[in-house]
């Protein structure tokens, strides 16, 4: 999994605060009101998912995971080849039609790295992670590869060292207050903050040399709790490694965007791929990190951008000096998803395509085999249903992907490949990447909220035996009540407010993004979490014996996982009509579009804030002659913001909405069926409504990216960034983007407007 | 100084966020519009006040700081005696009518400490201050007594550790839900979050058997920056020593409450005193802390209570086990107050009192001497222009207090053996208690903040040459707006608003308590501070080397405190009319009114919410079953709360202060001089002003405190609780008391108005 920060916090700041479950304030969740389906096909689908439950066994999961994980699984490994086989044999003795589909991608692994510390101390770098006593897979040597950052440059370079906090921008504009500039010095960065990946990238702009990510206690150490293997929390020499490719420019293959990176395909050299950093990058331990960062001067950090360890963090350059090498094998490796399905009956070109990533970056229990587990026990499952003659109306499509982690290289190429077919075909995409024990978390097109939320209060959590729904209801509205932050409070008095919980918006860090973001199929991502312990998160110590002991001892979790997404599968390939509210859509897009009038007016009010104190010299007068600190560059000067046209388009979609959620209330009302043709009509026509989201032209700098609506920020990574033409050009202060896309946006709407108005027509007809 | 937390904290939450500046948006600073005083009167003031700076010497505060702080300056040291005799010789040589006043107080010295961890591990803890490489003042041991907190019990104990963070009612709540009871148990806690003396008070209340208080460096060590004496902060073995008496019942000797404590003072017996605890206590450095937190097994802590030592925060209780030996010396020791007097022409029967502590807990060179040797400065300039003929109209009385860092006891015992006299005579006490380098903190009654913007707007920043004024607001407009708090916010909001800087409200924690809030005598606090570095808060660190290297390396900022303090003095002992503005004061009231309504609102609607969460099992169901936190016990039900009458007192005082300011205008704008015994009415009646806001029946359960608006918390210390009759009640859930002080608040407030009304009167005959 590619996440923006450390597990710990995803779990947090994602898989719990995001949402997921459903409204039981009314008592609506008799199978009368199952959304897409009538009275009728709601009981028997009942029916249906109670069988499901009943055949799932914690023990396939339990063991399925502990062979798969039982070797190193990074790409290229002999054992992920042999897990793809593994999972195709699986699939094809439950019954389906399954095949192996390969890719030659570029992927970098390291020959050589090298750290040390050479000025004014001498410290060689561990750059391993040792065995831990007690667990047997931390012995293993064989096929683990060093700690490193895929897709930074090779170098051996010698410079003195800058500490840059996260390496965001606001943490390069400190340093040129104090005085600091990393043009030919090697930056130390910590993880958390933003994507992994930003922090080379920036430091790159910057002019850095090199660069050097850490974890710091305080994020992902004893800060958080006891360290591995007295509890869960990373070691002092456990190591986050992760891609560092500029992902939010274009996944996949960085030698083959927009194409399938086929055996023949055009790939570009190396040197033109836009998505490669120059300079070299090495993930390293708090171990390591420690005497560097004590060796380094200059002025003290400022108070938020010191960690955990038991020193004052000081700013650099020097005296601290460090030399570091990293050298790579640049050769093509091939990869390997396994593809499987199980063909629908009435609306066979209607498919709903369900995956999980399967490399690891050592033996990735949690990450990702957890969920890829619960996956391969849904597909036991509804292999046997489908062989005792359940034939769902849609076509269900399962994924296993290869490369996830170096950058959605199994789920983009393969998406590449096949975009013509998705675009026509794929109606639904639902992802799952790593699970543990807690709450639900999910996060997708709002089109999916209230399917969502009714899933979620049909299953049961094993903890508590209440719905998984109920229990997140009681876990945001706690967590809002004891303090914590505005949007915990705001989470919770949605939560208290009985309606559905809101799903969050997707950025990316999973293989939803080619889905999603590139071709416009309406998409989830759903775990659990919050309970299992973290801090073993892309570290040789996310093993089987870890997962066992932290995450899921009894594996009940990823039984529930597997029934909350067997039954979105379900559901979406057996519904008459599928079940997607789109009114909950709108009304999340009247709430954006109300945080950019905010943006506006916030930006407006700092920028001529900053340009009186700057102007009253009040910077100068505040600052401290013994320890200077330089005013902020001045912000430039704001004109007038055009957000009309957006504005008008969400209100005018707002009403469609309401038209269209009031036709089909009437038909649903009515007990009446529409005729066979209309409904497979109208089934067309909103299995393509998210695509109307996108435009072909894509977003400024990465016409990849093609969702109008939602997208990972360019410079927050993977976080989301909602209407992201407007949102970045704001933030990034270009006001002609801003009014340009105002425009560009207004009118996909209102093309997405269009649609669910022909839907309505052909409701009304009926 | 008696600090409800360490030093640094202090600088920014109190003397830094404190106020204390001046209008100068509208020109207003011109002689003309001096308050007080006419367009005639104003000009000679203001040359008076050029002719006082060009007489301060930095070389005296610089030579006379070095030689009383070159010894141990606690109660009862030989140095701490010579330091008065020393004192009392200066003001005599200044010309000054002085003299030494002595007091006999129960003050516990240690005569045995012990601490040792015996399980599951052993270690001796080192419980002593070693020396510092390069400060040859921490080689002196002679009459340095072992880090302790004075007012615990005698005990030789032993218990398992509990860990209760920073030891407040949340922490042992915290507690509970975790299953863990004090009872019979040694506790430690951390210093920061609310006043030292609260933790062994409230350890004491819960049946813990001892308590230890800790310097984490998070709050003060390296976490803020590099450690003495590469840098300013507390190192390893560095310790906070204080006081631990029950002060927010009643500071001074605990044998002689209300009572001064002459030799044939009427005494308690030692058992029956209300203001010492039953149970040992210690304050240790993090250096000892360590291995016995290291020890403590229990669930890991919650994330606020974790600090900045390398380790996973446990809250036990056990397997730790600690014996603690804590033995006193309970002698009675005499004090030695010095007090000093100009006396006044015309008006020589109003006070204009100036003071500030001259005991330390060890050398005590930053607290309390930096600030005590301006007050010298001062003493020498006026004692020298009085000699010169300057002839204040009102009397001065200059005092150095001793015994304050035990519980204000110089101060204390002083005022109360002069009581009857003070509340005829005194108009205003002014106190200081350490200074640094940095931006003007102020706080006090609000009918002295315009005074005190005045002295602020006319008095130069050393270190930029602008106004002491000018500067903090431009530190306060760009701390808020750079984030920061929201209470930082809206200071940098009323800063920018060009209007004049508020000054903070004040609890406890220094001289000023006895003057202010037991005898209702308006009082000012006033200090620099926010860029010299701390770590050394009451530690034999404080020493004279550290203060020149970190704290005022130039002795400027002690120059700059005389001034305002100087002008201060001058302007009220010469003024025509007090200059105090009393609708200042109505408008905070106003102010503190709108706050305790949102209190009401908001505990209604989180009772109203955690019952409702109660009800529903919402903590049960989102609790984590492998790791167990118990429901909140269930808040008692909020009845109506009537605060009407206090509503109604304070719009009337608002008008009535209205009225007031009207009048005086029409005679300052004609220029009007009013005759000399009218004038003098209306001082006499404006210099009581204050002692009208207080109840002889004093506050619930402390009689001791008799101002009605401004208090110490009885749970936070010396933390300033406004309104504290009807605050306290809301905030304790005493629905009654609350509802019973909202009118007894009034009344006193209804008595306040009806004196500005004869004020008012007397200036309309005019």
């Excluded at 959304?35 to 999961?61: H, P, V, W």
């Excluded at 997405?752 to 409701?763: D, F, M, N, P, V």
Aim: charged share 25%; glycine share 10%; aromatic share 8%.
């Amino acid at each position: 999994m590619i996440r923006m920060t450390t597990k710990p916090l995803l779990l947090v700041a994602c898989l719990v605060t995001a949402l997921g479950a459903a409204s039981t304030a009314n008592g609506d969740q008799s199978a009368g009101n199952m959304l897409g389906f009538s009275a009728n096909t709601a009981a028997s689908q009942q029916k249906l998912e109670e069988s499901f439950d009943a055949q799932l066994q914690a023990s396939d999961i339990k063991s399925w995971l502990k062979s798969m994980s039982s070797e190193p699984n990074q790409v290229g490994s002999p054992h992920d080849k042999a897990n793809a086989e593994f999972v195709l044999a699986k699939f094809k003795e439950f019954g389906w039609d399954a095949r192996i589909e390969t890719f030659s991608v570029l992927y970098p692994t390291p020959k050589k790295v090298q750290l040390q510390l050479i000025a004014p101390t001498h410290y060689d770098a561990v750059l391993r992670e040792p065995p831990i006593p007690g667990d047997p897979s931390t012995d293993i040597t064989k096929n683990v590869l060093p700690p490193y950052n895929a897709y930074g440059g090779d170098g051996d370079v010698t410079g003195e060292l800058v500490y840059a906090n996260y390496g965001l921008p606001d943490d390069y504009a400190e340093l040129a207050r104090h005085g600091i500039d990393v043009r030919g010095k090697i930056v130390i960065t910590r993880y958390g903050g933003g994507w992994r990946g930003l922090k080379p990238e920036l430091a790159q702009e910057h002019g850095a040399i090199g660069c050097l990510i850490y974890s710091d206690p305080h994020e992902d150490g004893y800060f958080k709790g006891d360290v591995y293997p007295k509890g869960s929390w990373r070691p002092d020499q456990g190591v986050q490694r992760g891609s560092v490719a500029k992902m939010q420019v274009h996944p996949g293959d960085p030698l083959t965007p927009n194409i399938g990176s086929t055996k023949d395909a055009k790939r570009l050299a190396i040197k033109d791929a836009k998505t490669i950093l120059k300079i070299p990058v090495l993930p390293i331990s708090y171990g390591d990190a420690t005497p560097l960062l004590e060796a380094l001067g200059g002025p003290i950090a400022p108070d938020s951008w010191r960690g955990s360890l038991p020193m004052a963090y000081h700013m650099g350059s020097g005296p601290a000096k460090v030399h570091m090498v990293v050298e790579s094998d640049w050769d093509q490796k091939t990869i390997y998803d396994v593809i499987a399905k199980l063909k629908g009956s009435t609306m066979p070109d209607q498919w709903i395509i369900r995956g999980n990533h399967r490399d690891g970056w050592v033996f990735g229990t949690e990450d990702p085999l957890s969920s890829h587990v619960a996956m391969l026990e849904e597909a036991k499952v509804l292999g046997a249903m489908y062989k005792k003659g359940w034939r769902p109306q849609r076509t269900i499509v399962y994924g296993s992907w290869d490369g996830e982690e170096p950058g959605l290289l199994g789920s983009t190429e393969w998406v590449e490949t096949h975009a013509k077919e998705l675009s026509q075909k794929a109606v639904l995409y639902i992802n799952t990447d790593g699970t543990s024990r807690g709450f639900l978390g999910a996060g997708g097109s709002h089109s999916l909220q209230h399917l969502v939320n009714q899933v979620a209060a049909d299953v049961t959590d094993p903890e508590t035996n209440v719905s998984v729904e109920k229990r997140l209801r009681a876990h945001l509205m706690t967590t809002g009540h004891e303090g914590g932050s505005a949007e915990a409070k705001a989470q919770a008095k949605a939560a208290a407010s009985g309606g559905d919980l809101p799903i969050e918006a997707l950025g990316s860090g999973s293989d939803f993004t080619p889905f999603l973001q590139h071709l416009g199929i309406a998409s989830l991502n759903v775990g659990f979490g919050g309970e299992g312990g973290g801090g073993v998160y892309h570290s040789a110590y996310d093993t089987f014996d870890h997962y066992a002991r932290f995450s899921d001892p009894k594996f009940e979790y990823g039984v529930t996982l597997a029934k909350v997404v067997g039954r979105l599968v379900m559901r979406m390939a057996d519904a008459d009509v599928l079940p997607m509210r789109f009114s909950d859509f709108s009304a999340k897009l009247t709430e954006y579009m109300g945080e950019l009038h905010q943006l506006v007016a916030k930006t407006r009010a700092a920028t001529e804030q900053q340009h009186r104190l700057l102007d009253s010299d009040a910077f100068k007068l505040a600052a401290d002659p013994l320890d200077p600190v330089a005013p902020p560059v001045r912000e430039s000067d704001m004109p007038q913001i055009d957000l009309k046209p957006l504005d008008e388009s969400i209100k005018k979609l707002a009403r469609s909405m309401q038209a269209y959620d009031a036709a089909y209330k009437k038909v649903q009302d009515a007990g009446y069926r529409m005729p066979k043709g209309q409904e497979r009509q109208l089934n067309e026509l909103i299995g393509r409504m998210e695509a109307s989201l996108t435009d072909p032209a894509g977003l400024p700098g990465r016409t990849w990216f093609k969702h109008m609506v939602y997208a990972p920020g360019m410079l927050t990574g993977y976080g989301v960034k909602t209407l992201p033409g407007v949102r970045e050009a704001l933030e990034a202060r270009r006001w002609n983007e801003a009014n340009e896309y105002a425009g560009v946006t207004a009118k996909v709407i209102d093309g997405y407007r269009a649609q669910i108005e022909k839907a309505t027509a052909l409701l009304n007809k009926s």
